[in-house]
């Protein structure tokens, strides 16, 4: 079974400073996905930004982007220029395609941002 | 705006009632799911609806009943419920249909908070 580790339960930034996340993972696959979802307050989940596992360019979405190290299962989320909105917990996902019903997220704990004026 | 749309938002209900959760979406997406996510802990999968078949966690205790009227629609039946029940649902889709498009991401609607008395 996978596992996914988010040590960080809590963290703070300054506004407009930049701040990482860290997320380690545990498989045995060699093919799989990963992705970084945001859940603010208001609750929905939102997707911020996602890795392919056979793609060694590491992924990249405005002020977003990941640190994907496979050979250290390792998955961190830089945000660069930190804006009041996004203030959220932040949940780590490794997916794997399972044949019999296709996609199985597995969240990490998650890390509770917050962002300072 | 979310394109996942949930009712209610807000439900609470006694043990021994019955109702439902409604999840759609317009997305044209071939896989839905429905999620469990307890405070301050990340969402845990209950059912999934893919490849035109419902597939269940088997952790998921039978008061919990998923139907699929049609590819845009999954409802999510209440029955005799515990006082554990009360959570987050979230409800989710994904365009995911195997192949090349494994890798594509869930979108998530705003949840129905679940109070049982």
């Known amino acids: 079974a996978q596992t996914v580790t988010q040590s960080q339960p809590e963290m703070s930034v300054q506004e407009a400073e930049t701040v990482t996340l860290s997320c380690t993972y545990d498989?045995?696959?060699?093919?799989?996905?990963l992705f970084w979802y945001k859940q603010p307050p208001s609750r929905q989940m939102i997707l911020v930004i996602r890795q392919e596992a056979y793609k060694q360019q590491n992924a990249t979405e405005n002020r977003f982007s990941v640190n994907f190290q496979k050979a250290a299962k390792s998955f961190s989320l830089k945000i660069s220029d930190s804006q009041l909105g996004d203030t959220a917990m932040y949940f780590c996902?490794?997916?794997?395609?399972?044949?019999?019903?296709?996609?199985?997220?597995?969240f990490g704990p998650g890390t509770r941002l917050s962002v300072l004026p | 705006d979310t394109e996942v749309t949930q009712t209610p938002k807000h439900l609470v209900m006694g043990m021994t009632n019955k109702k439902s959760l409604k999840c759609e979406q317009h997305?044209?997406?071939?896989?839905m799911y429905w999620y469990k996510q307890k405070a301050k802990k990340p969402p845990e999968l209950m059912f999934v609806y893919s490849y035109e078949k419902l597939s269940i966690n088997e952790s998921v205790p039978s008061r919990f009943s998923p139907e699929c009227p049609n590819s845009s629609l999954l409802n999510l039946h209440l029955h005799a419920l515990q006082p554990e029940d009360s959570a987050l649902y979230l409800c989710a889709s994904s365009q995911d249909r195997g192949g090349g498009w494994s890798n594509q991401p869930q979108h998530f609607g705003d949840g129905t908070r679940l109070s049982i008395l």
């Open positions: 498989t045995s696959e060699s093919n799989y996905y």
């Open positions: 996902a490794f997916m794997k395609h399972e044949a019999s019903y296709g996609q199985n997220f597995v």
């Open positions: 997305m044209g997406h071939r896989a």
